[in-house]
């Protein structure tokens, strides 16, 4: 899997990442495409897509990136409505939970 380059880590560092109160039992950040540099978001979410990897929340297909222990994805959507990168702690994702046979009832994602 390819890294990330600086243009990425700078993004990932300085946009405003938003904890996602809705969802307390899937802890994640996310962040907002017209609050941040629309040329940085677009291309971040390219990143994600061409170098993450497919994965499942439950029974969506969605792609994730990892870098430095955070895992990032979008939902999918086309990048002219793409709206919100998310973030979450590797130990956070679905994969963890589904392991220890410990998921949470509640299927909603961001």
Known sequence: MRLYNERHKDFINKVNWTY????????????VRNKVDENLFIEMVKHIREFGYDG?????????????S?????????????????RCKKENTYKAPLK??????TKTHT
């Open 20 to 31: 996602a109160k809705t969802m307390p039992e899937w802890p994640h950040e996310y962040t």
């Open 56 to 68: 499942l929340f439950y029974q969506t297909h969605l792609t994730y990136f990892e870098a430095d």
């Open 70 to 86: 955070m895992v990032y994805w979008t939902m999918g959507y086309p990048i002219d409505e793409t709206i919100i990168i998310n």
């Open 100 to 105: 220890a046979g410990t998921l949470p009832t």
